[in-house]
């Protein structure tokens, strides 16, 4: 059992940043494959940004080089570091992670940015 705790959400400005923590609740380095989903409102949820367990990393082409993901190994969390966010970023963002084999999720951090 995998428990996953988001933090980090909130309301900013077009043009402006925002930092996502995702804490597990075990060890990072048994967990293969995380990521950052998003779901807008009215739209299916989507994958974000994700980090394998070697460090490798893959972004949507809708926040590539806005956005940064990864990992503090010590702290077992992983973190999405959002960047020049734009209104069309709104939405609930979870965390998703792959252990042994099964998919367990956060509850999700809504953020939201004004035009």
């Known amino acids: 059992q995998v428990h996953l705790m988001e933090s980090g959400g909130g309301l900013v400005q077009a043009g402006g940043s925002l930092r996502l923590s995702c804490a597990t609740s075990?060890?990072?380095?048994?967990?293969?494959?995380m990521g950052w989903y998003r779901q807008a409102p009215g739209k299916q949820r989507e994958l974000v940004a994700d980090i394998t367990s070697g460090g490798g990393t893959s972004y949507a082409d809708s926040v590539k080089g806005r956005f940064t993901i990864s990992r503090d190994n010590a702290k077992n969390t992983v973190y999405l570091q959002m960047n020049s966010l734009k209104p069309e970023d709104t939405g609930v963002y979870y965390c998703n992670a792959v252990f042994s084999g099964r998919p367990y999720w956060g509850k999700g951090t809504l953020v939201t940015v004004s035009s």
């Open positions: 075990i060890n990072i380095f048994s967990i293969n494959f």
